[in-house]
């Protein structure tokens, strides 16, 4: 099994911050990557950074220069540094990893269970 648990949400106001984190345990072998995705009301989950093994990030375009994503120090922990944030930035985000279980197993995604941004005055 594995756990992947958030942290950090939270109610903050236009132009604020925020740092969630994200924590993994459990039977993990191998990491290939972790993300943050978000869900809005009424709306589709979607991507919002991933980060890779070697360090490599990707961002959605709404996102660029003001969240990064980032790893550690402890292993299987990733964190979101939201910075300037919107209104349309409000949403619950969650945890996800693609990893590997167990030595020549397959690759599976994971999930936590979502913490909840709030952006408002």
């Known amino acids: 099994q594995v756990q992947l648990v958030e942290s950090g949400g939270g109610v903050v106001q236009p132009g604020g911050s925020l740092k969630l984190s994200c924590v993994g345990s459990?039977?993990?072998?191998?990491?290939?990557?972790m993300a943050w995705y978000r869900q809005a009301l009424g709306k589709q989950r979607e991507l919002v950074a991933r980060?890779?093994?070697?360090?490599?990030?990707n961002y959605a375009d709404s996102v660029k220069d003001r969240f990064t994503i980032s790893k550690g120090p402890a292993k299987n922990t990733i964190h979101l540094q939201m910075n300037s944030l919107k209104s349309e930035d409000t949403a619950v985000y969650f945890c996800?990893?693609?990893?590997?279980?167990?030595?020549?197993?397959?690759?599976?995604?994971?999930w936590g269970q979502g913490t909840q941004v709030t952006v408002s005055s």
């Open positions: 996800a990893a693609n990893l590997v279980q167990e030595e020549y197993g397959y690759a599976g995604d994971h």
């Open positions: 459990g039977t993990i072998y191998k990491v290939n990557n």
């Open positions: 980060i890779y093994g070697d360090g490599g990030t």
